[in-house]
Nanobody, 121 residues
Framework: QVQLVESGGGLVQPGGSLRLSCAASGRIDDIFDMGWYCQASGKQRELVARITTGGRISSADSVKGRFTISRDNTKNTVYLQMNSLRPEDTAVYFC???????????????WGQGTQVTVSS
């Protein structure tokens, strides 16, 4: 059984910062890409940023220069540092990871439970 546990969401004023964390645990052989998606009310889930094992990053244009994704492979953890937050960043943020588990040749996508980020004055 694999779990992704997120932390760090909350309420912040415009211009403020938050740091999200997501730790993977369980029976894990390998972790490949990790990252974050967000889903605002009434909208589809969309990519915020993802990072490969080697540190290559892809991110949405709307967050470039404001959000930074990083990972600690020794802790199976991915982070999202969110600066200069705007009201339009309000959403539920989900972490994901491509994980290969014992008995499986190919990795599968696993998702966290989601953490609410609200940007409001």
């Amino acid at each position: 059984q694999v779990q992704l546990v997120e932390s760090g969401g909350g309420l912040v004023q415009p211009g403020g910062s938050l740091r999200l964390s997501c730790a993977a645990s369980g029976r894990i052989d390998d972790i490949f890409d990790m990252g974050w998606y967000c889903q605002a009310s009434g909208k589809q889930r969309e990519l915020v940023a993802r990072i490969t094992t080697g540190g290559r990053i892809s991110s949405a244009d709307s967050v470039k220069g404001r959000f930074t994704i990083s990972r600690d492979n020794t802790k199976n953890t991915v982070y999202l540092q969110m600066n200069s937050l705007r009201p339009e960043d309000t959403a539920v943020y989900f972490c994901f990871a491509e994980i290969r588990t014992p008995g499986y040749f190919f990795p599968r996508d696993y998702w966290g439970q989601g953490t609410q980020v609200t940007v409001s004055s």
